[in-house]
């Protein structure tokens, strides 16, 4: 089992920046591909970035790519997403995953965390 624990949500003004972080515990973390995703109200659970378990290869979805980063940090046991010139768009409950393998589907990752909302007003 893995547990995961996503912080650093909050209300910002459109083009802030805000770093979510994802904090695992239980099985070894740096074994496992991370993801995150996020879903706005009335809307599917969409992709937003993965990272393979030694950071070595990272994807953004079109949408946030330039803007987004993923990254981790196996020691301290954490994930990050850094999210720059932030858009109303961004609106969404933002949720980290640990998986075998990483990738943009959701059905790759069998841990998630309860999520983090971010609220970016224009």
């Known amino acids: 089992q893995v547990q995961l624990v996503e912080s650093g949500g909050g209300l910002v003004q459109a083009g802030d920046s805000l770093r979510l972080s994802c904090a695992a515990s239980?099985?070894?973390?740096?074994?496992?591909?991370m993801g995150w995703f996020r879903q706005a109200p009335g809307k599917e659970r969409e992709f937003v970035a993965a990272?393979?378990?030694?950071?070595?290869?990272?994807y953004h979805a079109d949408s946030v790519k330039g803007r987004f980063t993923i990254s981790r940090d196996n020691a301290k046991n954490t994930g990050y997403l850094q999210m720059n010139s932030l858009k109303p768009e961004d609106t969404a409950v933002y949720y980290c995953?640990?998986?075998?393998?990483?990738?943009?589907?959701?059905?790759?990752?069998?841990?998630w965390g309860q999520g983090t909302q971010v609220t970016v007003s224009s």
């Open positions: 995953a640990a998986g075998r393998t990483h990738g943009s589907s959701s059905r790759r990752y069998d841990y």
């Open positions: 239980g099985r070894t973390f740096s074994s496992y591909a």
């Open positions: 990272i393979s378990w030694n950071g070595g290869s990272t």
